[in-house]
């Protein structure tokens, strides 16, 4: 059997494409990389498709919808995700909800909400009138994730009951 050659230290020197055995070492493969390249892809393009797909079917709110005062209040307690209260938010927050509308007329507009709160501080602190608040929440549907978390609309009034501020608001 031939000896293998040694560097000037008494080391054997392996040559390319053996192991220190002698023996065919067996060199990594791009195959394995290109497998799992085209396994990511494939998950990734089927993320994609359930991502547009899910879209398509659920029509997002993000296609936005022209705010209707009778479609929105014949869809209170509605809390089925294609609700399409959430698709009348972003026209109903940009051109009719505003600063300083009075409990009323924003009633007039949405209808009574699902849930009314009110809020005063404690007098012996601070006198009531000046950071009483009330509160109005309604349904948008179930809009965000999967379609399992219900999302609302609040609308703030201040201790003069006009509207302070409004947000969406996922529960």
Do not use: C
């Not at 705010?67 to 399409?84: G, H, K, L």
């Not at 009348?88 to 849930?115: C, K």
Request: glycine fraction near 8%; proline fraction near 4%; hydrophobic fraction near 40%.
């Amino acid at each position: 059997m031939k000896s293998a050659p040694t560097n000037r230290l008494g080391l054997r020197v392996v040559q390319t494409g053996e192991s220190a055995g002698g023996h065919a070492r067996h060199r990594p493969r791009s195959t394995a990389l290109l497998t799992i390249a085209a396994v990511l892809t494939l998950a990734l393009a089927a993320a994609a498709v359930f991502v547009v797909s899910y879209d398509i079917s659920h029509g997002l709110p993000i296609r936005k919808l022209a705010f209707d005062p009778e479609v929105w209040v014949a869809n209170t307690s509605n809390w089925e995700a294609d609700n399409p209260r959430g698709r009348m938010f972003i026209d109903l927050s940009e051109n009719y909800l505003r600063r300083g509308m009075t409990i009323g007329e924003t009633v007039d507009l949405l209808g009574e909400p699902e849930f009314r709160n009110r809020t005063e501080m404690d007098q012996d602190r601070v006198a009531a009138s000046a950071f009483a608040s009330t509160e109005f929440q309604y349904t948008l549907g179930a809009w965000s994730g999967m379609g399992s978390d219900d999302d609302w609309l609040h609308v703030n009034f201040g201790s003069d009951d006009r509207l302070t501020g409004f947000a969406w608001v996922q529960h």
